[in-house]
T-cell receptor, first 114, second 116 residues
Framework: DAGVTQSPTHLIKTRGQQVTLRCSPK?????VSWYQQALGQGPQFIFQ???????QRGNFPDRFSGHQFPNYSSELNVNALLLGDSALYLC?????????????FGSGTRLTVV | DAKTTQPNSMESNEEEPVHLPCNHS???????IHWYRQLPSQGPEYVIH???SNVNNRMASLAIAEDRKSSTLILHRATLRDAAVYYC?????????????????FGKGTLLTVNP
């Protein structure tokens, strides 16, 4: 049973460019969340998608946007990249069952902005 | 979000038990206690969760204080593969309006070092 799959694994972009990261959730999961993890810090919540709609959003600017497709996969888009956007971007999937269930995380996409 | 407090780091020897503490004095009645760990170069991995009673699974045990203001993750026999950052997280049991799950709010966690 495949877990959460993220692509690409590594990416180097230039300041000002745009980037799209992709996530396939664990089989049977319907909710996808995205997190940003800076070096030495815990992951920070960006947003969560359920039923193809953004349901929750963390403290991130509008440059960060996303999408969920009918097959539950998801994309994270970041426009006008800044050097500070360099981080590990994690995708997590879950059943929409409230707090009595764990999230499954992917291994992340390492984004470097130069 | 309800906050948790964990030591920055802990050290253990291989094959010995490890007790990782977490304080959550502002926990509400609808908060589950979740533990995740993150091995180097990987995403966080779910370890265990509980509400009021102690919980056991193949990875670890979770001991929850009677007043729920603290909890302890117990690794019964640490191995080198258990070296990771361990996160204690409070997560509401319910759903948000609109039908989505509550997010996970991570702190800095506890860096566990296991010595051979």
């Amino acid at each position: 049973d495949a877990g959460v799959t993220q692509s690409p694994t590594h990416l180097i972009k230039t300041r000002g460019q745009q980037v799209t990261l992709r996530c396939s959730p664990k089989s049977g999961h319907d909710t996808v969340s995205w997190y940003q993890q800076a070096l030495g810090q815990g992951p920070q919540f960006i947003f969560q998608y359920y039923e193809e709609e953004e349901r929750q959003r963390g403290n991130f600017p509008d440059r960060f946007s996303g999408h969920q497709f009918p097959n539950y996969s998801s994309e994270l888009n970041v426009n006008a990249l800044l050097l500070g956007d360099s981080a590990l971007y994690l995708c997590a999937s879950s059943f929409n069952t409230g707090g009595n269930y764990g999230y499954t995380f992917g291994s992340g996409t390492r984004l470097t902005v130069v | 979000d309800a906050k948790t407090t964990q030591p920055n780091s802990m050290e253990s020897n291989e094959e010995e038990p490890v007790h990782l503490p977490c304080n959550h004095s502002t926990i509400s009645g609808t908060d589950y206690i979740h533990w995740y760990r993150q091995l180097p170069s990987q995403g966080p991995e779910y370890v265990i969760h509980g509400l009021t009673s102690n919980v056991n699974n193949r990875m670890a045990s979770l001991a929850i204080a009677e007043d729920r203001k603290s909890s302890t993750l117990i690794l019964h026999r640490a191995t080198l593969r258990d070296a990771a950052v361990y996160y204690c997280i409070l997560r509401d049991v319910g759903w948000l309006s609109g039908g989505s799950n509550y997010k996970l709010t991570f702190g800095k966690g506890t860096l566990l070092t296991v010595n051979p």
